[in-house]
């Protein structure tokens, strides 16, 4: 299996090709302007360049340095046991394949990941040539994400921040478990060093340059008192945060949080775990560390974990890691072995689109993973989106007086979103609301009207009763869960229709516009 | 002083008066300013760009040519009295292929100079709802330029892009491209209207219209035999999950009409 002298398009087909099934995609969360004898800048909302055949958006140039590997995971199509062609860019390639892409405007930077060359850190120093000449020698100003390789030395791990936007470090399983039954070289500890020596670079460099410790969040969702990000919420779910974080599925004691690299210290966000000390070509260049946040994603569907067990990890890691985003990733069965699905499962694209629904109701609208699910309950509703079956389940707070309800008690709404539930506190204080003003604010009233009253009236004569409620959700949903389980195929009615999706989306990622309207 | 005679001597207040000028920002500004004076007489007017296709019979037209203090003036007196924000409003508007949009100014600047400030947020008038609709999908339109536009290189150095929107977004788009490529020659080139924004490495972007002979030389460019544009299809191409293929989200994202310039379209 030895490399063959590739031509840089061949390498960029193998490169490229291997490195797709990583979902995130986004260049957002940082603004930096343009700079005379440099190239490019970054727009924090991000800008989308392209939609792949796929209908994901192309942002970045998202390339493998090598898709070598000495690693095993068994999901992978670069795993060692695999005989395919194996290519390898070298940093300049990455820094004109980089700079002539961003010129002609196809990308917004580059997302650089790798297999395992000989190990761990002597991959991500490779990463870090790549990178070092694209910044510093380049003065490429536009946006870079960059993986942590899982086992690398901390002192690069240290280093490359100051290069990036944007560091992810894959949690690739939900649980402990997964990970030792199908990535044999990957431990929990491995991965979460990494992640929490990130999270400490960017808070210490976030307070040197005078802002909070911890990543911003939706407004007002640091004070909902039930929300994930409030801070009595995050002391007093550490200890079981820790658990669910460290320890295999089963919940029992694989070792001590010692072990994991994992030690809290009395207040938020400081731990033992240091940063890695200073930098000083990076701080000389004035360079920020990791500033647009760190991100993870995990295999969805490839172990036997309930979406009940993975959201708690999901809020765990927001938690104890501040997070910017966790990713989910249907699993694509791609090689044959025992342990993993048959080659002809289908992607769990439904399920996947549940759990982005859900996250999106952890981020924005202040919902705890245990008020979504339970050990009883353990995975979500096909027929409704997890927000309608949230307050199926809680008709009692139904209906909702759209001139008094409070704005956490609005986001709850089924059809009223976060934008919607901001214009509607904003517009009350002119004057009483009706249903058609809430129309003109963008609520939808289709699934709103019947959680809300104006003014003391319905919309419609309807009992609020869990089953006739039910029924005319599902009639409403129905079209669209089959639309996202059978995305290759046209139907009249767009899966955008109820979203009232008018504008592009810009920010994060393009599946926001389908969890802002929940 | 000729209008003023005009004034006098059209006298049935109930026949319109209709301005019209040409599709350029300052002509419509002139021509707001005309327009202006004969409705504070009480005279029923209209306002449109010029165009064959609203030619109208029964109503008195002015053609209103630009005058620079005139437009000035307006601009001014925008941005003093109502605000930047209705400024922007207007001017975006302006940028629209919307054939009554001059009207649709005019309407919205009735409320505006009555209310001030406060009366971009009047959405429940209908006028300030009009311009505040058409602006936010020329902004748009925008934002799409700024995704989809695609440079390639030209045989002098520069980089060169080829869009046809249907709003004239150049000057929307420019500031975001002068930033970006800070330090490169480039120019964007509406193909439609034949008009190109200049950028010099380092200094300040400007517009001018091209002349046939420059247009021809930059339409006989082959933008798709670049090597870049090459490895950018076999990016595009391999960077799918077949396994997810999915046509329908792709075509909402990213309409069809907007793919003709697009690089990764074209083979
Ligand atoms: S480390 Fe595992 S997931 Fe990463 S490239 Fe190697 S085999 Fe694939």
């Known amino acids: 299996m030895s490399e063959r002298a590739y031509t840089l398009e061949e390498k960029l087909a193998i490169l490229s090709d291997a490195a797709k099934y990583d979902v995130a995609c986004t260049s957002s969360g940082v603004d930096r302007k343009g700079k005379s004898g440099q190239l490019g800048n970054s727009v924090s909302a991000g800008i989308c360049h392209s939609f792949a055949a796929d209908g994901r958006c192309i942002t970045l140039l998202k390339i493998l340095m090598t898709n070598e590997c000495v690693f095993d995971c068994k999901y992978c199509q670069n795993r060692a046991s695999n005989d395919i062609p194996r290519a390898t860019f070298t940093p300049e390639e990455v820094c004109t394949l980089t700079m002539e892409f961003y010129r002609r405007n196809y990308i917004e930077g580059l997302f650089l990941s790798s297999g395992v060359r000989k190990n761990p850190t002597a991959t991500m120093e490779q990463m870090f040539q790549a990178l070092y000449l694209l910044r510093v020698k380049y003065g490429f100003r536009g946006y870079i994400h960059v993986k942590g390789v899982p086992g690398a030395d901390p002192a690069v791990i240290r280093e490359i921040g100051y290069l990036a936007d944007r560091m992810s470090v894959n949690l690739e399983l939900p649980t402990g478990d997964g990970l030792r039954l199908l990535a044999p070289h990957k431990t929990r500890k491995t991965i979460l060093t990494p992640i929490r020596q990130i999270q400490q670079g960017i808070a210490e460099d976030r307070e040197r340059i005078g802002i909070s410790r911890r990543m911003d969040r939706a407004y007002g969702i640091r004070e909902m008192t039930g929300s994930i990000f409030h801070d009595d919420n995050l002391r007093l779910s550490r200890n079981e945060d820790e658990k669910i974080l460290t320890f295999g599925d089963t919940g029992q004691v694989r070792g001590s949080t010692d072990d994991y690299g994992i030690n809290y210290g009395a207040d938020t966000g400081t731990s033992v775990t240091s940063s890695g000390g200073l930098v000083p070509w990076a701080e000389a260049r004035g360079l920020s560390y990791v500033p647009a946040g760190q991100s993870t994603q995990m295999i969805i569907g490839a172990t036997g974990e309930t979406d009940y067990q993975i959201m708690r990890v999901t809020e765990s890691l927001y938690r104890q890691f501040d997070l910017k985003r966790v990713f989910f990733s249907g699993y694509i069965p791609l090689n044959e072995d025992a342990v993993l699905p048959s080659l002809d499962t289908p992607v769990p694209l439904l399920r996947e689109h549940r759990l982005y629904q859900a996250d999106w109701l952890l981020r924005f609208y202040g919902f705890r993973a245990d008020e979504l699910l339970s050990e009883d309950r353990p995975d979500f509703n096909v027929l409704v989106d997890p927000k309608c079956d949230w307050a199926l389940r809680h008709l009692e707070y139904f209906p909702v007086e759209v001139n008094r309800a409070d704005y956490a008690l609005l986001l709850r709404v089924p059809g009223i979103g976060v934008k919607s539930a901001r214009r509607i506190v904003q517009a009350r204080r002119n004057g009483r609301l009706d249903f058609p003003d809430l129309k003109r604010i963008g609520v939808v009233l289709k699934r709103a009207a019947y959680f809300l009253t104006c003014n003391g009236r319905q919309m419609y004569p309807i009992a609020i009763e869990e089953d006739v409620l039910t029924w005319c959700l599902i009639a409403d949903e129905g079209k669209k869960r089959w639309e996202v389980e059978h995305p290759g195929e046209y139907r009249q009615l767009s899966l955008f229709d109820d979203m009232q999706l008018t504008m592009m989306p810009t920010v994060e990622d393009c599946g926001k516009s389908l969890y802002g309207q929940l | ?267």
């Open chain 2, 1 to 267: 002083m000729e209008t003023m005679l005009n004034i006098r001597e059209t006298n049935p207040v109930t026949e319109v008066h209709r301005f019209v000028c040409e599709d350029e920002f300052g002509a419509m500004m002139s021509c707001v300013y005309e327009a202006w004076r004969w409705g504070n007489r009480g005279f029923p007017v209209e306002l449109a760009v010029e165009n064959e296709d609203n030619y109208r019979l029964f109503c008195v037209e002015h053609r209103v040519e630009y005058d620079e203090e005139r437009a000035k003036k307006v601009i001014r007196s925008i941005r003093a009295k109502i605000s930047e924000s209705a400024f922007q409003l207007v001017y975006d508007c302006a940028m629209s292929a919307y054939p009554e949009k001059v009207q649709v100014i005019y309407d919205f600047l009735r409320i505006g100079f009555l209310r001030g400030a406060s009366s971009v947020d009047c959405l429940t008038e209908e006028a300030v709802m009009r311009i505040v609709e058409i602006a936010r999908r020329v902004g748009n339109e925008a934002h799409r330029f700024i995704q989809f536009a695609r440079f390639s290189r030209l045989p002098e150095g520069i980089l060169c892009s080829l869009i046809e929107p249907r709003s004239n977004v150049l000057t929307m788009i420019a500031p975001h491209f002068s930033d970006r490529l800070i330090s490169e020659n480039w120019m964007i080139v509406d193909k439609k209207r034949r008009l190109a924004l200049l950028h010099q490495a380092d200094s300040p972007w400007y517009l001018r219209s091209l002349s046939e002979e420059e247009f021809q030389r930059v339409l006989s460019f082959d933008r798709d035999r670049e090597d870049y544009a090459d490895l950018w299809r076999t990016f595009f191409d391999h960077v799918a999950i077949e396994q997810r293929r999915n046509p329908r989200c792709q075509s909402n994202f990213m309409p069809k009409w907007y793919r003709t310039n697009m690089t990764e379209f074209r083979s």
